[in-house]
């Protein structure tokens, strides 16, 4: 397996001579502060509303990431995170987009990071890196095998699990909020939902703060998960993960990577809406609207939009929850 590059733009600290100057007075920024830990935030009186952009690939897709996150900064997420790529430039992207969105915006920002081509000591550099960029939260991940390849090989002196890399986050930075995955209807690796809540409970032990769960179109599954975390006295907070679907053929192609079911009334309704995007998209709002609507009146702590780097479901949803 290659080495996959160190992403470079989380890296500048201050006095470091990359740093990014202000102007051409050859001003420095000011000092960073800090961003708060999400942690502190979900130990508030309201539920948090997150959002998740993925990396983009190429310079198209990081402009509709700048397009999408100027609209969507009008509806004051409590944070966002940024995914973590498979390899290449797309890293590059993560650390460019997540010091844009917190620039830019003033927004509490969550890189992700995964063990996938990276040894322990390539991790710790990204850990310190983002630690120096005063970013405070990390989403901690395994990530999955290559394409083609059905079992996680970690690199070189690198990670099996993503508890390794919860330990090794909270060993260097006790500052830093760690956010782990959580999987309701199990991780598809695992050969049963009690092995892998016996994982789970390993990232917790390992120091993770709270867990973001996959996606899932049934708030049961979410319900029943909850309730066996706590049985096994998992206590941290369980954020549930929502994704307002946007077609037949992209809920198909995520339930099958990702394990989730598939109701049948949503199938029904997608399969309606034929190959009309439009009226799928709408279909796709109103689950994620009556799916956010239970889980709030259930008591969550917040909710996490899979927004996809785009605005329209996120803003509907923000407009349909204000009524
Ligand atoms: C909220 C969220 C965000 C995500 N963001 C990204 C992203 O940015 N980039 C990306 O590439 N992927 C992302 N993923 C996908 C994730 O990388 C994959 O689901 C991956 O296959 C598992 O990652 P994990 O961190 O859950 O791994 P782990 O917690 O390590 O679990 C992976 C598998 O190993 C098993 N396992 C764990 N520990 C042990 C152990 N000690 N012994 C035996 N088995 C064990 C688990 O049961 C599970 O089956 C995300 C997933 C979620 C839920």
Known sequence: MNKTAIPETITSTPGDPRAPKRGANGQSHPPIVPDPAISTLLGGRRPLRSLEFFAPKDDTGSEALRIASEALQHIRPDFVSVTYGAGGSTRDRTAQSCDFLRHNFGLTVMPHL???????????????????????????????????????????????????????????????????????????????LDADLANLRLKVDAGADFITTQLFFDNTAYYRFVDRCRALGIAIPIVPGILPVLSLRQIQRFTALSGAGLPGRLLTQLEAAGNHDETAEMVGIDWALHQIRDLLAHGVPGYHLYVLNRAKAALALTAGLAA
């Open 114 to 192: 995964t063990c996938v081509g990276h040894s322990r000591h390539d991790l710790t550099e990204i850990i310190d890196r983002i630690h120096a960029g005063g970013f405070r939260n990390v989403m901690a991940l395994r990530g999955d095998p290559p394409k083609g390849e059905s079992d996680f090989s970690p690199y070189q002196d690198g990670f099996h699990h993503a508890s390794e890399l919860v330990a090794l986050i909270k060993s260097r930075h006790p500052d830093v909020c760690v956010g782990v995955g959580g999987y309701p209807e199990k991780h598809p690796e695992a050969p049963s």
